[in-house]
Each structure stands twice: as C-alpha cells, then as structure tokens.
C-alpha cells in the first residue's frame, strides 16, 4: 500500500485546506519545528485509523482552531501494489467523526466504511476490542515511527506487554483470540458436559427407579379382565346404577366409573340394610304385638259374656228358688226334725221297750237288727239335711257371685280386646303406611309380607354385596389392567430414556474427547504463541541486528536482540544488548546505551519490525524527525539505512534539520526516471497554516561509473 | 562454517560475494591502480562505491588504512565530479581475521572517522561466520536482501500450523478451527467435528 495524495483542512497546524503529493517514492519534509511537521503525520494517522493515541481522542485536539469551517477533514488516497485505488476521507465536527471509504467504485461511510478500511490495513484488528486503537498502535509501531513510543517501549513498558505488543503486530494476537475464545468456549463446554453429565446420572437413578418399579409391576400375577364377565357385572350391577353408562375395560376412567358404580351399590347396599333393619324391627314390633294381643275373637267374648250374662242370670234366678226351696226345706226340715225327734224319741222308747215281740202286733223281728235300727234312729238328729240345703244355696251364690265375677272379667277382657284391636289396627295403619314408604306393597299377610320384604332385601342385599366384592375384584383386575399398561409404559420409558442415555453417554464422550482436545488445543496454542512468537523473533533478531549494526552507535553493545520467554502461559519479552566479545548483556538498554544510541536502538526496531512483520498496514516508512540527538556517525548509519529500504518502502522523512535534508537529497535521490522523490518545505506558519513548497528532485540517469 | 576465524580469503570472497548479491558490480582490477592489492576489491551499485580491502593482521589494517583509503578517494575522484551525489558515497570496508578485543577503542575511532569516506571495520572477534560478514556489509545492502528473510507469503497461521502440528495436533484439526474461528462459528463444534471426521 502506497500514499499517493494528502490533503488536509482544518487540521491541527493546517487551518486551510492543503493538498500534498505523496505520490513518489520519497517524501523528505522539511521545516523548522513548529510548522506542520508532525501535524502532517498526524493527519495521516488519523486519516487511517481515526485516532492519534499521543493526543486526545475525538477531541478538539485535531480540529484547528483556525478551520474555515470549524472542522477537520483529512482526505487521503493510496493504493496499492496492483494499482488498486483507495480512499479514505475522513471528517471531525468537534462532535462526531465521519468517515468515507472509496475502493475502486465501491464506497462507503462510517462504521460501514471504517470495518472496510481497517480490515484493508490491519485484518488482525477485527479481533481486538478497539479496532480503531489496533490499527493506530500498528501504524504507530511499525509505520508510523514516533520516537517516544518507542522508546517508552524500550524503556518504560512491562516485559509482558512488550510481548502482548509484538504478538499483536506479528498476528499472534489472533492466536491469542482464538486461544481465549477456545477457553471460554471450553469451559462453556465443560460447563454444558457437566450439566448433560448430571441430567444423565439423574436419568440413570430414574431408569433404576424405572427397572424396579417394573420387577415389581412384573412380578405382580397379571389377569385380564374378561370383557364378558366386566358386562355381566356392569348389566347385575345396572339394576342400582342405572344412571351410569358402563364403561369398556381398559377406557381412560373405568377405574374412576367403576369406583363411582361401587360407591352406588354400597350406597343402595346400606339403604336396604336399613330397610331390611326396619323390616326387622317392625317385624319384632308386630311380633310383640301378636305376641301381647291373644287376637281372641271378640265375638266369641261377646258370645261368651253374653252366655256368662244368662248363666249369671240363671243362677240369680236359681239362687231365688233355690232360696224359697230352701225357706220350704227349712220348713220341712223343722217338720223333719221334728219328726225325726219324735222317731228318736219314739225309737229310744222302743229300746227301752223292745221285748221278743212286738208289743203292738205281738210279731216276732230281728231285735238286734231293730236294736241297732233304733239306735240308729235314736241317735240321728232331725235336721241331718239341713247343711246341705244351706251349701246349695251358698254354692249357688258362690256360683252366681263367681259368673259375675266371670262376666266383669269377660267383659273387661271384651272392653281390652277391643281397645286392643283398635291400638292395633292404628299400629297397622301405620305399619302399612311406613311399608309403602318403602315401596313394600302389604298383602293380606302382613307377617308375611314383612318376611317376603325381608327376604327380597336380604336377597337384594346378598346381590348387591357379591356385585360389590365382585366390583372389587374387577377393580383389582383393572389395577392390573392399569398395571399391565404401565408395564408397557414403563418399557416404553426405560426403552426411551436407554436409548437418551446412550446417546447421551455417545455425546458426553465425543463432548469429553472434544473437551481434551481443545484443552491439548490450547496448551499447543499456548506453546505454539510463544514458538511463532519465538520463531518470528528468530527472523526478526538478525534483521534488527543488521539493522542496529548499520547505524552502530555503540562500540561495546553491538549485539541487539528481543527475547521472549513463556512462563505460567503468558509471553514475556525483553530487548537485550549485549557485549559478545565479553558476553556482558542487559534487559534494560537505557541502562548501558546512551540517550542517543537509545533512539537508535529505538530506530532500528521499528524499521526491523517495519520489515520483518509478515504484514504492514502500509508499505512505507513514516518518519517523524527521526534523527533527534543522534551523533554524526548514527546519522549516516540512518541515512544509509533509509537509502537501502528505499526499494521496498516509500519512505515519508521529515527533520527540521537543513543538513540532514541535503543528507537525505543526496543519499535518497532517484536513480531510475520512475522513481520520484520530493521535497515538501513547510515554512511561514500563520494561522491559515504553513506555506507549503513542493520540489521533485532529477533523478540520476547514469549512476554507475566505475564498474562499467 | 566451523566456529573458526575466517581467513583472509573467506572474508574477502563471503563479503564480495555478499555484494555482488546485493546488486554491485565489482570494478575491474584494471581500474583500481595503486588499490591492486590481492586483499582489495572495489564494488559499485548506483548509490555506492565500496572499497573492500583484508588485512592479514590488525596491526597492519591499522597501519594501512589510511593509505588503501587515499588510494580509494584518488579512484573516486578520477571517475566520479566533486559535485556529483556519489562522491560522497564511498565505503571503505576493512576487515582482518584477527582479533583486536584489546583495540577496539582504535577500531571504533577508524569507524567514527567520516572523514572522505564512511569506513566500515570488521575485526576476527566480530567475523566469526559468513552471517557475522553479512551484518557488517549490511548497511551497504538492500535491506530485502540481506536482511528481510520473513517469508510474506507465509501467514501467521500456517506457522501456528506448524507449531501445532509438531506438537501433535492434526492439521485438519487445526484448519478446521482456524476456519471456524475465522468465520465466527462455535469453535468446540469444530473441534467435535474434527473428531468425528
């Protein structure tokens, strides 16, 4: 890439808009300090990257006070090996920066325009967090030489981020990238293994969880249900469920269905034991009632009461006669008595007179039978009948007293009986009123009915009982049904969550074998970031070597290298100078070189880096003044130094010193008429800027003149 | 080379030849009058005229410097106009396979003389190898010669590559996440697609 024109307005010294040919292989500037010299090299940095890291960022720093048009805009064209032609403008209104970027017909602006330019300059700043920084520190290191950056990297910056500086220049920053980008994608990696690592240890308790639950299902003896018998007993069964539709065995609720149906029956179960309670109780009740009421016919007790009435009668009227009959035997038993007084005494005067003959009629007789007839007669009172009159009567009125008695009893028995009937016929009405509350129609046998209901309910309840237990059964039956599906449910799920694991177990060993080769990876990254570091080093060190012994400001330390170690996976570098006729070296070059040989020492790394970095944002040397407290012998070691880069780089040199302008005139001028080199004069600075002088130097046509 | 100094001959042919490489044109012997020495050759590109002369010792490189040098500028100036740029381009490069550690002050002043002509001084102590011949001619040559030795084709990954590869990485393995990397893809996707391939 080769500058070909500058033009600047606004810009820091340059307050007017100035337009600058670069296109030559040389550009010498020439100025005393002070009128535009670095400005120009910082209208090129900032053109390019947008910054100028030694000042201010997007600040007023790079708008001149003096713009005509209160801002800055560097515009700057380039191109490159192949004749490509490129253009980046870029603008500053004290707010915002504004870029466009021309290549070829292609243009573009802002973000747009500044990712196409830096990926033209520098591709390795796609990676960096601050692309913009990246190709301002690249320009700066290896373009663009501003002694004091350098030095500070000689002198002032850490071992560490002198290597973190030269991996970024030589590419390793991508490697760097990639190897921190590997490692926390690693880690993510890992993250995500351990994560599928656990979700599969946790499947694996859930698959043994599985298996064992499915020894158990399996173990358990697995009936079907018989779809014939599930019928039979959901048709026994409909008589009391007749509201619910029988379910098929197997369907997704007959376990719920078949529970609700048991739950009726045990319901229309409890409902006729109570009824068949009832019955019992009302049978035990009327069994009590029979068992209390005779059920005498209460005819026959009128029958009998009338019937005891008459004979009360009868006896009451026997009583009246058998008492005048006894006031007549009375009578005649005084007459009796009488008589029989007058027997006696007649008999006793018989025995007295008893001889062998009747004294009266003189007849022969049995005396002794006589004797003991009179004696007989003698002794016998009269009334001898008397008692048993009396006991007639008496009896008769015991007779008469106890069918009173009888019919008082008969008729109380008659008045209970019939209280008794109408207590029960009021029990039975509400007896049959209660048996048609439950829908037991009463025959003429109520007993009977009530054992023919106590049957029907007992049978019922037997039913329904079995359909119960045979529910049950059906239940348990369906539990295995529900079991056997879950038997193949949990195959299916152990089949599933094997066939997970698998690959599973498949995926964390290619995870883990991707994990160890990433991690092989990146310790072959970490190792390989110090071998292309070390390896671009080993061809950088003779350049910068050769490079320092061209100027060789110093007659002891004429051995110059970088060395890098890796220690704890980080880059370390050093610059060294060494002494080799001695063997005496430092880390620290300000410690041994002079203030001189330093920028030397800090001018030949940079052209070094310039040349051995594998690519370039430009292919040209910019140079701020670089001849600062360099002895006479340094200076023409740079001149010659700048001569001999001239075939590969276009070289942009400004001094303030008139001497080393001649020095570079003649050291760098052309010896080919394609080659240009200029001289910009920068001198008069006001506030529209410097007046700007511009001569082309006449190449030297014939060069050689000895060796011919 | 084997670790020991370089002859007389060897420095002369290594830093001719170096010269030569480096785009000179060496002037015919003819043309060197009083600079005819077996020891001396003078080389010409189109910015330089290089006086290349070994002295068998220091003490006579010491002593004869100034003489080789006077016959140097008479050669100049019988070819080259004073006010022509080359006049003030000539190199004198005198170079000893003796070493001179304890002369080094006396070999540093030679150096620092710029007078006429810029002189370069190479003693054994510093020319132990055609390399050590190299950097003291450098300054004379391009710097995409001599010293530019990077290849600029050779990117950055393929030296990662070649790094990887010596530490038994497989270089598709590496292709393949270099690729991912580069196009913002998941690179342990590319490292568990290297397996698998």
């Given amino acids: ?708 | 080379m084997n670790g020991e100094i370089l002859s007389e001959t060897q420095l002369l042919a290594a830093a001719g030849e170096l010269l030569k490489q480096g785009g000179y044109r060496e002037v015919s012997s003819e043309r060197l009058e009083s600079l005819k020495s077996d020891k001396a050759r003078v080389y010409e590109d189109q910015y330089a005229v290089v006086c290349l002369v070994v002295f068998p010792s220091w003490t006579e490189l010491r002593s004869r410097w100034t003489n080789v040098q006077a016959d140097f500028v008479e050669l100049l100036s019988k070819y080259l106009l004073r006010a022509d740029a080359k006049t003030w381009d000539g190199y004198l490069v005198l170079l000893t396979p003796a070493a001179a550690l304890e002369q080094w002050q006396e070999a540093q002043e030679i150096r620092r003389d710029t007078t006429r002509v810029r002189k370069l001084v190479g003693t054994g102590e510093d020319l132990r190898s055609l390399g050590d011949v190299a950097t003291l001619v450098s300054s004379l040559l391009p710097i995409g010669t001599a010293e530019a030795v990077t290849d600029k084709t050779e990117t950055i990954w393929s030296l990662v590559y070649q790094s990887l590869e010596k530490k038994g990485v497989h270089r598709d393995t590496i292709q393949s996440l270099v690729k991912s990397y580069e196009e913002q893809r998941n690179i342990m996707e590319a490292l568990k697609d290297s397996l698998n391939t």
């Fill in chain 1, 1 to 708: 890439m080769r500058l070909v024109e500058l033009q600047v307005a606004g810009f820091r010294a340059f307050g007017q808009k100035q337009s600058f040919d670069l296109d030559a292989d040389v550009v010498i500037i020439n100025g005393v300090n002070g009128q535009g010299k670095t400005s120009f090299f910082d209208a090129l940095l900032w053109g390019l990257s947008g910054l100028v890291p030694r000042i201010s960022i997007d600040t007023d720093a790079v708008l001149s006070k003096f713009s005509d048009t209160g801002q800055s805009e560097v515009t700057i064209r380039f191109q490159d090996s192949r004749g490509a032609k490129f253009l980046v403008r870029r603008s500053f209104d004290g707010q915002q920066q504004r870029v466009r970027f021309e290549s070829g017909q292609d243009a573009s602006r802002d973000s747009d325009a500044e990712a196409k330019l830096q990926n033209l300059l520098w591709p390795g700043a796609k990676t960096n967090t601050d692309p913009k920084r990246a190709v301002a520190e690249a320009l700066t290191r290896t373009v663009y030489l501003q002694q004091d950056v350098l030095r500070e990297f000689l002198t002032r910056d850490d071992d560490k981020s002198r290597f973190s500086c030269i991996a970024d220049l030589i590419g390793v920053a991508q490697v760097s990238d990639l190897r921190e980008q590997l490692d926390r994608a690693r880690t993510a990696w890992s993250t995500i293994t351990n994560q599928r690592a656990a979700e599969l240890e946790q499947r694996e308790n859930k698959l043994a969880s599985l298996r064992n639950d499915l020894q158990r299902t399996e173990g358990s003896q697995l009936q079907v249900v018989d779809v014939a018998n599930w019928n039979a007993w959901w048709s026994n069964a409909s008589k009391w469920i007749s509201d619910m539709l029988p379910p098929s065995p197997g369907q997704a609720n007959d376990t719920a269905l078949l529970d609700r149906a048991i739950r009726t029956l045990q319901s229309q179960a409890s409902n006729l034991l109570r009824q068949r309670d009832l019955i019992y109780s009302l049978k035990v009740e009327m069994d009590r009632h029979a068992a209390k009421l005779t059920r005498a016919d209460v005819g026959e007790l009128r029958t009998n009461l009338a019937r005891l009435q008459q004979q009360m009668q009868k006896l009451r009227e026997r009583v009246t006669m058998e008492r005048a009959n006894e006031a007549a035997l009375q009578r005649r038993r005084a007459e009796s008595a009488q008589l029989r007084e007058k027997i006696a005494l007649f008999a006793s005067l018989a025995l007295q007179l008893l001889a062998d003959r009747c004294p009266v009629c003189s007849q022969t007789y049995d005396i002794e039978a006589t004797k003991a007839r009179l004696e007989t007669l003698s002794k016998t009172p009269s009334e001898a009948n008397t008692p048993d009159a009396e006991l007639s009567t008496m009896d008769l009125d015991i007779q008469l007293q106890n069918a009173v008695e009888a019919a008082g009893t008969a008729e109380a028995r008659l008045r209970e009986l019939e209280l008794g009937n109408q207590q029960d016929e009021r029990w039975l009405a509400t007896l049959r009123s209660q048996l048609a509350q439950l829908g037991i129609e009463v025959g003429e046998d109520l007993t009977q009915t009530l054992a023919e209901s106590s049957s029907r309910l007992q049978r019922d309840i037997s039913v329904i009982e079995q359909l119960i237990k045979d529910g049950e059964r059906l239940s348990l039956l369906l539990l295995r049904l529900a079991d056997q599906s879950k038997v193949k449910e949990l195959r299916a799920q152990i089949a599933s969550i094997e066939q997970e694991n698998a690959a599973t177990k498949s995926d964390l060993e290619v995870r883990r074998g991707t994990w160890e080769l990433a991690t092989n990876v990146l310790e072959a990254l970490r190792k390989s970031e110090d071998d292309v570091v070390q390896l671009q080093l080993e061809e950088i060190n003779p350049l910068l070597q050769r490079i320092y012994s061209r100027i060789d400001p110093n007659p002891v330390f004429r051995t110059v290298s970088l060395v890098s170690t890796f220690l704890k996976g980080r880059g370390h570098l050093n610059p060294q100078v060494m002494d080799s006729a001695t063997n005496a070296r430092s880390n620290s070059p300000e410690q041994v070189l002079s203030s001189s040989q330093v920028n030397a020492l800090a001018l030949s790394l940079f052209v070094a880096l310039n040349f051995g970095l594998p690519k370039l944002p430009l292919n040209a040397l910019l140079m701020d003044d670089p001849l600062q407290s360099l002895d006479e012998i340094s200076l023409l070691g740079v001149a010659d130094l700048l001569r001999r880069a001239k075939p590969a780089r276009q070289l942009l040199i400004s001094t303030h010193d008139e001497r080393f302008v001649g020095l570079l005139q003649r050291k760098l001028r052309p010896t080919q008429s394609d080659e240009r080199v200029l001289t910009i004069t920068l001198s008069g600075w006001s506030r529209r800027g410097p007046d700007v002088e511009i001569s082309v130097a006449k190449p030297d046509l014939q060069p050689m003149r000895i060796a011919v």
